[in-house]
């Protein structure tokens, strides 16, 4: 562990390499059968990427910017009506006798946020310098993963040849089944989860439309970087969409519940995911939420993200040697 936090930068490296190289590897195949050179199949799925990034910055971040500043402005006047709706639960309590201060905690979080912002505030002038060095070690990194995720596309298939040469040949047959099988799993699990997220977006996006909700874009945005987590990650992009409801028109607040839990449970789980993902990480929810939970002791969101390939590979080696001693034993 100690290890591996010490070259977490290095892992975090490759393995956003990998997870880049798995979203990229269907259409860098498709394009290879018609161009035939890998190297231009590859620079052509970069260009067209980052084509869909400039559009996305010419059109949709303006967008998302504005109804974000909106935001902000509006964010007082949240502030107060929860204040108030505070209040009124308090008043409720205290007639019931319940024993829970509400507006103490409604005043802490609030002054503690306020305190917070201005002291950050003081500090960020501070650390300009910082700041700056930072943005440059992040280019550094960035241009590092596209290098080295560029590589894996090119030549990956070269690296399990190179590694066969070091294992006796009555073993490589494993390892080639084994690659087989972690191949179907990431690339199952990296290509779902984005295919996944952006159609849980899409639909709450346009349900956020139909209702004429503020900020739906954002709100959009937001469910599809939540939805990317497995199990709970629907739930918690529905929060901030939910909140937006409350104190504009508490009465709709049902519609995005029913719309989500109808398409996860009746549409989605029954037959999209079967579809776009097959079973791709092979292990229960319960196991999943564990490696969820796993992951984000350990690393934070970025050990939500790799928690489950990880568990998917280690999952696939044991089911694959459980597999063996079974046929071992039968012979």
């Known amino acids: 562990y100690k290890i591996a936090k010490y070259y977490s930068d290095i892992i975090a490296i490759l393995g956003i390499s990998v997870l880049i190289s798995y979203l990229l ?9 018609i161009v035939r050179v890998r190297a231009i199949s ?5 260009l067209i990427l980052l084509g869909f990034f400039a559009a996305l910055l010419i059109f949709i971040v ?5 109804e974000l500043i909106l935001f902000t402005q509006h964010s007082p006047q949240i502030a107060e009506s929860f204040h108030a709706k505070s209040h009124e639960l308090q ?4 007639k019931n006798n319940v024993p829970i201060n509400v507006d103490s905690f409604f005043h802490s979080v609030v002054n503690g946020s306020t305190e917070k912002i201005g002291h950050s505030t003081l500090e960020n002038i501070n650390k300009l310098f910082e700041a700056a060095l930072g943005t440059v070690h992040a280019i ?6 596209l290098v080295t995720s560029y590589y894996f ?11 066969k040469k070091f294992i006796p040949k009555k073993y490589q047959h494993h390892l080639d089944n084994v690659v087989v099988e972690l191949d179907k799993c990431l690339r199952g699990f990296y290509g779902g989860m984005v295919k996944l997220a952006a159609i849980n977006a899409s639909v709450m996006f346009s349900t956020y439309l139909i209702m004429k909700l503020p900020y739906a874009l954002l709100l959009g945005l937001w469910h599809f970087l939540w939805c990317i987590i497995p199990v709970v990650g629907g739930w918690v992009g529905l929060v901030p969409a939910l ?26 789980d029954n ?3 079967p579809k776009v993902m097959g079973d791709a990480i092979g292990m229960h929810p319960v196991l999943i939420l564990i490696a969820v939970l796993a992951g984000l002791k350990t690393a934070g969101l970025v050990g939500i993200l790799f928690a489950l390939p990880l568990f998917g590979v280690i999952n696939v080696i044991f089911k694959y040697t459980l597999s063996q001693i079974k046929v071992e034993e039968f012979d």
């Open 271 to 273: 037959f999209i995911t």
């Open 140 to 145: 550094f990194y960035i241009l590092i993963t």
């Open 42 to 46: 590859v620079v052509l799925v970069y």
């Open 243 to 268: 909140i937006v409801i409350t104190f504009t028109d508490p009465f709709k607040i049902w519609i995005p519940l029913v719309v989500y839990e109808g398409f996860t449970r009746l549409i989605k």
């Open 153 to 163: 596309l090119l030549d990956g298939h070269k690296l399990i040849n190179d590694l």
């Open 62 to 66: 303006p967008r998302v910017t504005k």
């Open 91 to 94: 008043l409720y309590l205290n």
């Open 25 to 33: 590897i269907n259409p860098v195949d498709w394009l290879t059968k």
